[in-house]
């Protein structure tokens, strides 16, 4: 099993979300984030001044997936949230030594699907 946490812009959220439900990936957590990357913040412009902002909100978003379905959630995050801009965002991918859902006792996979 892998984790995929991808870091997207906000207003990818919605559409992500409904890309992924149509490949059967069930469960994701969501969370609203604050960071930066290479464009290091954004200014604004508020009555005739700019100032920086240094963190950029972005939404988190976490699934847990079968190893041979990494592939297409990555893709299809991609496809989604690719502008070619700066701060599309990142994901990363981790090694899921286990999963259990507490209500069965289920483990593994069972505990995902």
């Known amino acids: 099993m892998k984790k995929i ?3 997207i812009r906000m207003n990818k959220l919605e559409e992500i979300k409904l890309a992924l439900e149509e490949i059967d990936i069930r469960g ?3 969370s609203q984030t604050r960071g930066y990357g290479r464009q ?11 100032y920086a ?6 939404n988190k978003i976490e699934v847990v997936v079968a190893d041979e379905d990494v592939e297409e959630v990555i893709a299809t995050i991609i ?13 990363f991918v981790t090694e899921v030594i286990d999963a259990i859902r507490i209500r069965t006792g289920e483990r593994g ?4 699907n």
């Open 5 to 7: 946490e991808a870091y």
């Open 28 to 30: 994701m957590t969501v």
């Open 40 to 50: 290091k913040g954004q200014t604004e412009h508020f009555r005739g001044s700019t």
């Open 53 to 58: 902002l240094n963190l950029v909100p972005k």
């Open 79 to 91: 496809e989604i949230a690719q502008s070619g801009e700066l701060g599309d965002g990142k994901i």
């Open 109 to 112: 996979l069972d505990a995902i």
